[in-house]
């Protein structure tokens, strides 16, 4: 079992950058597939990027694509994501997940953080 913990969120203007973080503690991050998620209120769990084990691909929802960038230290035991150019639409509890298969679907992951709130003002 993997215990993950989000933090770096918080209060940012249009067209700005924060850099979420992702620390694993419990198993190495390397035997998992690496998500982030987010959801907003009233609205359902989103997929918003995917990395594989070792890093060597990456997948976005055509939303962020562009702007956010996933990365992973598995030396580290921590996840990351880069948020530039974000929109007041990014407003979202961000979570980070763990999955043993690939998926883009938030019914693939098996371990999730607490989430970490993101907000853009105008």
């Known amino acids: 079992q993997v215990q993950l913990v989000e933090s770096g969120g918080g209060l940012v203007q249009a067209g700005g950058s924060l850099r979420l973080s992702c620390a694993a503690s419990g198993r190495t991050i390397s035997s998992y597939v690496m998500g982030w998620f987010r959801q907003a209120p009233g609205k359902e769990r989103e997929f918003v990027a995917t990395?594989?084990?070792?890093?060597?691909?990456?997948y976005y929802a055509d939303s962020v694509k562009g702007r956010f960038t996933i990365s992973r230290d598995n030396a580290k035991n921590t996840v990351y994501l880069q948020m530039n150019s974000l929109k007041p639409e990014d407003t979202s509890v961000y979570y980070c997940?763990?999955?043993?298969?690939?998926?883009?679907?938030?019914?693939?992951?098996?371990?999730w953080g607490q989430g970490t709130q993101v907000t853009v003002s105008s």
């Open positions: 990395i594989t084990w070792s890093g060597g691909s990456t």
């Open positions: 997940a763990a999955a043993q298969q690939w998926s883009m679907r938030a019914q693939g992951y098996d371990f």
